[in-house]
Antibody, heavy 120, light 109 residues
Framework: HLQLQESGPGLVKPSETLSLTCTFSGGSISSTNFYWGWIRQPPGKGLEWIGNLYYSGTTYYNPSLKSRVTLSVDTSKNQFSLKLNSVTATDTAIYYC????????????WGQGTLVTVSS | QSALTQPPSASGSPGQSVTISCTGTSSDVGAYNYVSWYQQHPGKAPKLIIYEVTQRPSGVPDRFSGSKSGNTASLTVSGLQAEDEADYYCSSFAGSNIVFGTGTKVTVL
């Protein structure tokens, strides 16, 4: 049974760095050629793609967030991570991690999402 | 990159059909047959219901179907059921990027 689970602080202060981790269970994050992604959704609003990470470490970022985002993978822990720096209140959102089988396919497995609030 | 354009809302009575449009550009929807659709119920994570324009993941009813013409993709839900009431988002591959639609709330009357 494949499962993705986000974890990290639910409250981040403005100008600081948001850090989240996604743990994949039911398989190995590096055993097959999947892409791993982060998507966010501000409360009551639509979905926004943040970036994708290939198991080898190759990254693809939303151009509007590229200057502030870093994705990384830790195959030994079966995890991949998101760091978003210099956050503001507009970064308040539910953050989802998800799996994408190929670059052109959809995200077929999603985590349950974690709400991150940016506030002092 | 700009979000794909969807109508804010759509509705239909049980048993009827509803079609949702998703308009992009020649750089995303029009360039690739890599449009996917997601269903999201309140408080839940999105669920993939269509990928590669017309393909349904295992377990998704064949009441859900997708199509594309030029820069516009469409999702049709036939035989509407109460549980189809949800938000629906399209998404397209756009080179090395991915872009989502603005979302459509489907109401079953």
């Amino acid at each position: 049974h494949l499962q993705l689970q986000e974890s990290g602080p639910g409250l981040v202060k403005p100008s600081e760095t948001l850090s989240l981790t996604c743990t994949f269970s039911g398989g190995s994050i590096s055993s097959t050629n999947f892409y791993w992604g982060w998507i966010r959704q501000p409360p009551g609003k639509g979905l926004e793609w943040i970036g994708n990470l290939y198991y080898s470490g190759t990254t693809y970022y939303n151009p509007s967030l590229k200057s502030r985002v870093t994705l990384s993978v830790d195959t030994s822990k079966n995890q991949f991570s998101l760091k978003l720096n210099s956050v503001t209140a507009t970064d308040t959102a539910i953050y989802y991690c998800a799996r994408r089988p190929t670059p052109g396919s959809g995200f077929d497995y999603w985590g349950q999402g974690t709400l991150v609030t940016v506030s002092s | 990159q700009s979000a794909l354009t969807q109508p804010p809302s759509a509705s239909g009575s049980p048993g009827q059909s509803v079609t949702i449009s998703c308009t992009g550009t020649s750089s995303d929807v029009g360039a690739y047959n890599y449009v996917s659709w997601y269903q999201q119920h309140p408080g839940k994570a999105p669920k993939l219901i269509i990928y590669e324009v017309t393909q349904r993941p295992s377990g998704v009813p064949d009441r859900f179907s997708g199509s594309k013409s030029g820069n516009t993709a469409s999702l049709t839900v036939s035989g509407l059921q109460a549980e189809d009431e949800a938000d629906y988002y399209c998404s397209s591959f756009a080179g090395s990027n991915i872009v989502f639609g603005t979302g459509t709330k489907v109401t079953v009357l």
